[in-house]
């Protein structure tokens, strides 16, 4: 499985921009990058994915290097709610070939 | 929405019991279903594949004697920890695909919330 390298933690104040950074210079042209958060004693929740392009959705945006070798997720304007274990995953599209390797993420720390 | 529940939430039983868990897609029909463990401040590590129908696909190192996956509908997949002991507490969470026409599944996984097992 192709690897991520994020930071341990990282550390915001609320109504701040975020920008968590994932290093995956090992991706394959078909791994599409996905991004979870988990809050503790919950299950992950998604955030957002993408291929090639930079994606928006309600939660966050997605910056994707050209080389496709590193990626950034963006929090607009976190909350306290935001705080949370993000993971940057490479992974397949569909099915049962859409397996996920979870690393160990990054620690976001939000301060009021 | 997607949504995946649990049940149970938590759950605690002796040495040599076995519990099941159920994972179920509320509002969607899941083309595959994935059950992983945690354990305390550590991540996800994937246990096994279920698709409906077929028997489950497990990770190198997941005894599937142990850990029991019956698949039965495209909305419900249960594991079954089998003689449970107390190195089997954990945090154990489904997610699902969700199945689009023509049986493909979509690019996003909808996790559980998750269920907390504790063996004495």
């Known amino acids: 499985d192709a690897k991520t390298t994020q930071p341990n933690s990282m550390e915001s104040n609320e109504e701040e921009p975020v920008h968590l950074p994932c290093n995956h210079s090992t991706i394959s042209g078909t791994d599409y990058i996905h991004w979870y958060r988990q809050l503790p004693s919950q299950g992950p929740e998604y955030v957002i994915h993408?291929?090639?392009s930079n994606v928006n959705n309600r939660m966050a945006s997605l910056a994707i290097a050209e080389d496709r070798k590193s990626s950034t997720l963006i929090l607009h304007r976190a909350t306290l709610r935001d705080a949370a274990v993000y993971y940057c995953i490479l992974g397949g599209s569909g099915g049962s070939n859409y397996k996920l390797t979870f690393g160990k993420g990054t620690l976001l720390t939000v301060n009021p | 929405g997607a949504v995946v529940s649990q049940h149970p939430s938590w759950v605690i039983c002796k040495s040599g019991t076995s519990v099941k868990i159920e994972c179920r897609s509320l509002?969607?029909?899941?083309?595959?279903m994935f059950w992983y463990r945690q354990f305390p401040k550590q991540s996800l590590m994937l246990m096994a594949t279920?698709?409906?129908?077929?028997?489950?696909?497990?990770e190198q190192g997941v005894e599937k004697d142990k850990f029991l996956i019956n698949h039965a509908s495209l909305t419900l997949s249960t594991l079954t920890v089998t003689s449970a002991h107390p190195e089997d507490s954990s945090f154990y969470i489904c997610?699902?695909?969700?199945?689009?026409?023509?049986?493909?599944?979509?690019?996003?996984?909808?996790f559980g919330p998750g269920t907390r097992l504790t063996v004495l």
């Open positions: 997610s699902a695909t969700r199945r689009l026409a023509g049986g493909r599944g979509t690019d996003t996984q909808y």
């Open positions: 993408g291929l090639t």
């Open positions: 279920s698709n409906e129908g077929s028997k489950a696909t497990y």
């Open positions: 509002d969607f029909q899941a083309t595959t």
